[in-house]
């Protein structure tokens, strides 16, 4: 299972627009690759990720072999109520992992 970092704001006012982002760590193997026997590396990329706030779905991508390896990716959303960001991503070999983060909306 791949590891990931989170960033976004530990607080925020209600109706602010933040920043989240996430570094996975991951090899997005493309498939075209060979090891060091000259066998070629299967493909292995992550091809979702998925994020919700307080339940809600609020970001979506579909990844693909052109994406580098430990993808970074980042994205605004607007700070409605404190609670919990999920973050899902499954790879091709169907192994999934999560993350979460937490954010406190004052006023």
Known sequence: MALARVQLPASAKRGEAIEVRIAIQHPMETGFRYDNMGKA????????LRVRYNGTEIFRAELGSGIAANPYLQFFTVAEA??????EWVDD???RGMEQAA???TG
């Open 82 to 87: 404190s609670g919990q960001f999920d973050f």
């Open 41 to 48: 590396i299967p493909k292995n990329v992550i091809n979702s």
């Open 93 to 95: 070999n169907g192994d």
């Open 103 to 105: 954010i406190s909306i």
